[in-house]
């Protein structure tokens, strides 16, 4: 009898190991959903400098991280980044948009992404509405 109890406890501990890693799993994947190829989705950033390198912009610096950060996505930067009225605010528009998978992982690259004394603050990440 002692012998099924410890097979019988066995097996429930191996149930719940093998349903806690599949719930892990699905929690943490990342999921893409289908986005149109024609859409489009504009980023307004403040960049933040404390001191630069001699002959570098912040423009620069900031299309350089904008530019950089769009290659772990799969959106392509239509046109220039422009910088905005507001000191240090910066709009691009990027296409094709980005699902919430990507558009977290974009987000989390322009502002993390280091260059020294200079950073990025994400303002609006948000698809750009099509005229039909």
């Known amino acids: ?14 149930a719940i190991g093998v349903f806690a890693v599949v719930a892990l799993r699905e929690a943490t994947l990342s999921t893409h959903q289908p986005i149109a190829k024609d859409s489009q989705i504009e980023v307004v950033v403040v960049a933040h400098q404390n001191g630069n390198e001699p002959g570098q912009t912040l423009e620069e ?3 350089a991280q904008i530019v950089a950060c769009r290659l772990e996505v799969s959106s ?4 220039e980044v422009e910088p905005l009225e507001e000191n240090g605010h ?6 094709p948009s980005m699902d919430q998978t990507n ?15 200079f950073r990025l603050d994400v303002i609006r990440l948000a698809e750009i509405s099509r005229n039909d």
């Open 61 to 63: 610096m900031v299309e």
């Open 103 to 117: 558009r977290r992982q974009f987000r989390g690259c322009l502002e993390d992404w280091k260059i020294d004394q």
């Open 1 to 14: 009898m002692k012998h099924v109890m410890k097979f019988v406890l066995a097996a429930v501990g191996i």
């Open 76 to 79: 392509d930067l239509v046109g």
């Open 90 to 95: 910066y709009r691009a528009v990027l296409t």
